[in-house]
């Protein structure tokens, strides 16, 4: 069990690591302890936490509104740790695992662990039968669907793949059959239209019962939802453009993940607005990580500077920035690369080098 601890005293915390640690019948590692609150909640962004034992009356902070933060990763448990009593209905409100008072016997704290080690049993087994099914949708760039096996999906029809795809990316919400019609088949009379509409939904229904998955679209007043566990890479990407603070991992994972705009390939016009959002998402995260991170792995700060560029190819701050980072490294091959490919896609669109860029780059070449 990965557990950390957040209370504003040091003592509580380890008076409290202590017990733990001799309680050798648990599997326990002891990941992070905090007498900050806000710390501890960036350190939960990055790292999964089974267990977190939480003071309730801090200084800065009341735990309880702390744990209302912590509901957002219903995977972590909260068990809190305590002197005061009269906080433990709305602990229990906010399904706390346990509440234990200050001082904590041992014989208490061994009832609590039992407890938490039974849910995170459950949640194993349900997590296990929701994986039996689970699919996963590769979106950034080009699209594809893997099944539980891990292989692709194929499609009767073209249409049936972009119902898919919106019905998914919508799926939070139902769609009414006619905003799906004016979005997929607008260019045919209504009648053919939402013949086509029941057509698809019936294929793609089909599709993904043979998947073994039960009712995967619901209808409910002439509105359809898709019912469906679906990974994504989306999904990943989502999370890692909302941390509040980034580091070499997930700037890393970042480059990583965007491996090209959201269903690039495809050309719906109802994934555009989204596609822009997203690159200019992950345009901002990078460029305010090299422009505000003091030391900074030179390999990783060439990397986001070359997917800046490939993202926002005719910037000429981001051209800029990456001739001048080649040449404080004085990579004289990469930089006469760097400028000839600057000067070539420029010329393209009938535009010569900018002034500083030019300057910048004949200044190195007398120099070198």
């Not at 016009?269 to 901002?284: C, D, E, N, S, Y």
């Not at 404080?328 to 896609?345: L, R």
Request: proline share 2%.
């Amino acid at each position: 069990m990965n557990i950390i601890i957040i209370d504003d005293e040091k003592m509580a915390i380890d008076v409290l690591r202590f017990k733990l640690n001799r309680l050798t019948q648990f599997q326990i590692s002891i990941k992070g302890t905090f007498t900050n609150a806000n710390d501890a909640l960036i350190f939960l962004e990055k790292e999964s936490i089974d267990i977190v034992f939480l003071d309730i009356e801090m200084i800065d902070v009341h735990g309880l509104q702390v744990a209302r933060q912590l509901t957002r990763k219903p995977s972590t448990q909260i068990i809190f740790v305590t002197a005061h009593a009269q906080f433990a209905a709305d602990a229990f409100d906010i399904e706390a695992t346990d509440y234990l008072l200050k001082p904590v016997h041992e014989k208490r704290l061994i009832k609590a662990l039992v407890k938490a080690q039974q849910k995170l049993q459950l949640q194993g087994d349900v997590l296990k039968e929701k994986k039996a099914h689970l699919l996963y949708a590769h979106t950034l760039g080009s699209f594809y669907l893997l099944d539980a096996q891990h292989t692709v999906m194929k499609w009767r029809t073209r249409k049936v793949r972009e119902l898919f795809l919106y019905l998914w990316f919508h799926q939070k919400k139902p769609i009414l059959n006619v905003v799906i019609i004016e979005e997929l088949w607008s260019d045919l009379e209504f009648e053919k239209a939402a013949s086509n509409l029941h057509t698809s939904i019936y294929q793609l229904r089909k599709l993904l019962k043979e998947q073994g998955i039960k009712d995967p679209i619901q209808l409910v007043n002439n509105h359809y939802q898709l019912n469906v566990e679906i990974d994504s890479d989306y999904d990943e990407l989502i999370h890692l453009l909302e941390l509040q603070r980034h580091d070499e991992p997930s700037i890393q994972q970042l480059l990583n993940c965007y491996e090209g705009d959201f269903l690039a390939e495809e050309e719906y016009p109802w994934a555009i607005q989204t596609q822009l959002r997203l690159k200019q998402g992950v345009l901002h995260v990078l460029e305010m990580y090299i422009t505000n991170t003091a030391s900074i792995n030179l390999l990783l700060k060439l990397n986001c500077l070359q997917k800046m560029l490939e993202l926002d190819e005719f910037n000429e701050n981001y051209m800029f920035l990456l001739l001048e980072f080649l040449i404080e490294q004085n990579k004289k091959q990469d930089c006469v690369k760097c400028y000839e490919g600057i000067q070539e896609k420029l010329f393209e669109i009938g535009i010569s080098v900018p002034e500083r860029i030019f300057s910048i780059y004949n200044d190195y070449m007398i120099r070198v």
